[in-house]
């Protein structure tokens, strides 16, 4: 049985709703818009299978240092269009040129985020870009198994939670699974996302598209951009926009990102995508504008993954250490911000401004720090 007595343990990655043979475990949606399963009693038989896929009851760490690379996709648009180098699309690409599936977030008709099957290159898109909120699995680890039991090739990526839940369902390993996970800071609610269009007055339903790294401002300085039915195109700069700030300084985190036990260099998914950051310290001559991706490879089947699409990428090997030296997202977990715990209320109650304006205290400038030693020194000396 599934009893979750403290949210830092559990990522809602399903693995045990999905194995469940009475199926008597649910999805049920908290406060704050995150879900958590819950356990129907009178049809529990206590086979115990539920926890032994759980990643927050045993998680068996890898430690081997994964072989890592700075690299970009060579199509210029698509590169564009992706959150950090474009590898994904390529690694997809392939995927599906061999008539696999591919699975990843994407938004539906509601603008609400799902993890979804893909078979088609033109639908690529629905997955392209990071969207910065935790992905609703649905009854997506099933449907890969019986997707894998056929012989289909299929290319699971998501965040490194859900990567780890879907191989911990399937308890054995297929030779015709792909996995590729993401350095991942950590996940608000979409619910949150929904609060934050209604703060700003949005109607998603005038919306056709989101774009979360909208690069035409930079690729570190990117923008959120609302792409509007009517053709109007409205980017705010992510770091000054609510959501945003409250995502990059972890007041809105789902409590398990602050416990995830995932984050590490060694990995158990084939390859982890993430941003390159400080690249220009690293290989001062690579073209940057756009994005560059880090890329960890973690097993032989990433490794050739990787190599047939390498023909349509920019690449060269790195350090794996000197990949996440500016990057500690990759490793580390979020710190917990005291205000945590009634920031979704605020939210709920003042809006998502007031609420990050609360959870988040500014920074003293050196210059205020000065002046504030000069007056306390100046206090001590009387
Ligand atoms: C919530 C979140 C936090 C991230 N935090 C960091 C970080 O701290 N440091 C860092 O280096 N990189 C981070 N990334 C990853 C990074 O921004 C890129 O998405 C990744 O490097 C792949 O980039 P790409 O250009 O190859 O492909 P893109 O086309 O940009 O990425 C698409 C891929 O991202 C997946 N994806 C998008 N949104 C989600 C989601 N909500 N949940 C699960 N999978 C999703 C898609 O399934 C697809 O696999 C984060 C991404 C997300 C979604």
């Not at 474009?86 to 699975?103: D, Q």
């Not at 608000?188 to 700003?200: A, I, M, T, V």
């Not at 047939?308 to 060269?316: D, F, H």
Request: with cysteine.
């Amino acid at each position: 049985m599934i009893e979750i007595k403290d949210k830092k343990n559990c990522s809602a990655c399903t693995a045990c709703v999905s194995i469940c043979p009475q199926k008597c475990i649910t999805m049920k949606e908290d406060e704050e818009g995150f879900l958590y399963p819950e356990t129907h009693r009178e049809k529990c038989v206590n086979c115990g299978l539920c926890q032994s896929v759980c990643q927050h009851i045993h998680f068996p760490e890898k430690k081997d240092i994964p072989m890592a690379y700075a690299g970009y996709n060579k199509n210029e648009d698509l590169r564009e269009k992706s959150s950090s180098g474009g590898v994904f699309t390529l690694l997809a690409e392939s995927i599906l040129n061999e008539g696999g599936a591919v699975y990843g977030a994407g938004f539906d008709k509601d603008f609400i985020l799902h993890h979804m099957c893909i078979e088609n290159i033109n639908d690529l898109e629905k997955l392209r870009g990071s969207k910065y909120m935790q992905s609703i699995m649905g009854d997506t680890f099933p449907k890969i198994k019986k997707q894998l039991e056929t012989g289909k090739k299929v290319l699971f990526t998501g965040t490194p939670c859900q990567c780890e839940g879907l191989l911990r369902y399937l308890k054995k390993k297929y030779e015709n699974l792909y996995i590729q996970d993401i350095i991942c800071h950590g996940v608000p609610s979409g619910k949150l996302w929904n609060k934050y269009l209604e703060d700003k007055k949005i109607n998603k339903y005038d919306l056709e598209k989101i774009s979360f790294r909208d690069k035409k401002t930079g690729w570190k300085d990117y923008s959120l951009l609302f792409k509007y039915r009517s053709g109007e195109n409205v980017r705010e700069k992510a770091k000054e926009t609510s959501y945003m700030r409250a995502f990059i300084k972890n007041a809105s985190l789902r409590y398990s990102c602050y416990n995830c036990k995932v984050k590490s260099l060694g990995r158990h998914s084939d390859i982890t995508l993430g941003d390159f950051w400080g690249v220009e310290y690293v290989l001062p001559e690579m073209e940057k504008n756009m994005g560059v991706s880090l890329i960890l490879v973690h097993s032989d089947k990433g490794e050739n993954l990787l190599s047939k699409v390498k023909e349509n990428m920019v690449i060269t090997p790195v350090n794996p250490l000197d990949g996440i030296k500016y990057n500690k997202s990759a490793v580390n977990v979020p710190d917990i911000p005291k205000m945590r715990a009634s920031f979704y209320q605020n939210a709920e109650n003042k809006g998502i401004e007031k609420a990050v304006k609360k959870a988040v205290k500014p920074k003293i400038s050196v210059t205020v720090k000065n002046i504030l030693k000069k007056v306390i020194g100046k206090q001590k000396k009387y």
